[in-house]
């Protein structure tokens, strides 16, 4: 049974004041947008309280404004080429199995979820190598023991009224969810295939996902982003993908959660990942971004107890004339922590490249170990990168690091790659291949390895 959504409020109806300006106009287009689509769930009861989360989101919007180069979080990545597509709403779609043969993992054959334009996609899905003790599904799915404890977790974590998280609460109709029972450790990794489709008008999506690490667990995630068809070589089919992450590791449990974002030359993909940790929990995030014509990457780690781990590795590859930009926040709270962040990027022709990192650590942290650093790798003199790593410490007895380097390729080693018989071009594509594979191979899947190295190759080869 589908349930339809009757009740689209317009922006009078969710106190939106009238248009004033293009962007004004364009938050009003893509709050309808959102509300246009229709509730799947099955449970009327899951419906109502779904219901009221797009609701309560929907009557933050007022509050909120576009983003401009005016306001300081977005004052480098300008997204104003967004006001001149006229966007409507993603549908489900059908996608043969056959299409997606080359973006499975070998790993997760049979601990795979599959959503299409942001709708769950059973007939692609498949999760009957996980053992007892994790979900792994849709809210439709959800079992009643979690949907009776989903309150405390769904769109509970801070921040959730930025524009564009309002946004995706405002239109949410699904959401992939991972939820690992107490003790429970979960050796295969689990892949959350996020795809979307092309259309003759650029399109809204906006996937969400929900993944719970109760105490003393352990599971490994891969969060993909695709378009159906050639990724690479596509730059004639623009759609806006707005995601939201939330993970929750409770005590002593571990997550190792891996994004990696190939959508579109011609797409926008701003995402969201907001992750909670408790006492003891360790949590890993291996993210690389190399589609987009605009994209950005918002990660923000809230400490919930002491002695927390926390580790962000972060690639970007850039080229054209795209705009790659990762903001991050570790915000702690609690003595003993340790964290540590390495943020690469490696910028080609005309693209421009932007990392704003901030670790903030409160009085009540002390003892805390805290190191950043941004690498960051042109190819080309024209192009550019953005780098803000911040540290903000108000304890007085902590080990806190960071910084920043922009550099070319080293003549010196170029020369000497030169003397070992390699041409030039040869010797700078193996420097660069280098300096991404550090992070690549923090990612503990090795299919993902080979076809991540792949696209680093394909796209270094002159």
Known sequence: MTIQVTSIPNPEEVGLKPAATNRDAKLVELLNLSRSQELQLLDPEMVGWLQELRDRAASWLPHLKFPTTRDEEWRVTDISPLLKLSFQAAKSADVPQSAIEGLTLAEAAESRLVFVNGVYAPALSSVANLPDGIFAGNLAQLPITYRTRIDNYFAQQKGFDEVFTALNTAGLT????????????????????????????????????????????????????????????????????????????????????NRIQRDSGAAFHIGKSA??????????????SLGGKISRHNLEIYQLGEQTETTLNGLTMISGEQIGDTHSAIILNHPHSITRQLQKCIVADKAHSVFNGKVFVAKAAQLTDAGQLNRNLLLSPKARVDTKPQLEIIADNVKCTHGATVSQLDDDEV????????????????????????????????????????????????
Request: hydrophobic share 40%; proline share 5%; with cysteine.
């Open 174 to 257: 699904d959401a992939a969810v991972v939820w690992v029972a107490k003790n429970v450790v979960v050796e295969t990794p689990i892949h959350l295939l996020f795809l979307s489709t092309f259309s003759d008008r650029p399109t809204l999506s906006q996937p969400r996902c929900l993944v719970v690490a109760e105490p003393n667990s352990q599971v490994t995630l891969i969060e993909d982003y695709l378009p159906v068809g050639d990724w690479c070589a596509d730059k004639t089919h623009p759609y806006l993908i707005n995601t939201v992450t939330e993970i929750w590791v409770e005590e002593n449990a571990e997550v190792r959660h």
């Open 275 to 288: 992750i909670a940790q408790s006492r003891n929990s360790r949590y890993t995030c291996n993210s690389v």
């Open 415 to 462: 020369f000497y790659l030169q003397s070992r018989g390699l041409d030039k071009a040869s010797a700078n594509n193996l420097l660069v291949d280098a300096f991404a594979i550090e992070i690549i191979n923090q990612i503990p899947i090795a299919s993902l390895q080979t076809s991540l190295s792949q696209c680093v190759a394909c796209r270094t080869v002159e």
